[in-house]
């Protein structure tokens, strides 16, 4: 081996083990869609067919809740943005 491979190998991070070896889920951080809780805008978005700035509109104005913590941190608690879109639903006609 070169001087360069013992280099190049001894910055290497040691190697992970398999994800099916240690049973974790690959999509172990999301969440799933009938789960009920908080989440963020980013899930909120990946949920919904709507744009950010749509997203902001409808949370200054009212048309679907949220919560502040902190500064900047906002979450949806998804129950109530269900319940606050299911409002403004049209009835059959």
Not at 22 to 45: H, S, V, Y
Not at 57 to 63: C, D, H, M, P, S
Request: proline share 10%.
């Amino acid at each position: 081996m070169s001087s360069e491979q013992k280099d190049f190998l001894g910055v290497m991070p040691p190697a992970r083990p398999d994800m099916r070896e240690t049973g974790i889920r690959a999509e172990q951080n999301q969440t799933p869609a009938g789960e009920t809780g908080f989440i963020n805008q980013k899930q909120l978005l990946a949920r919904l067919p709507i744009s950010r700035r749509t997203l902001f509109n409808w949370r200054t104005t009212g048309k679907i809740p949220c919560v502040r913590l902190g500064g900047r941190r906002i979450l949806f608690h998804w129950p109530s943005v269900e319940a606050a879109l299911l409002r403004y639903q049209n009835p059959p006609a």
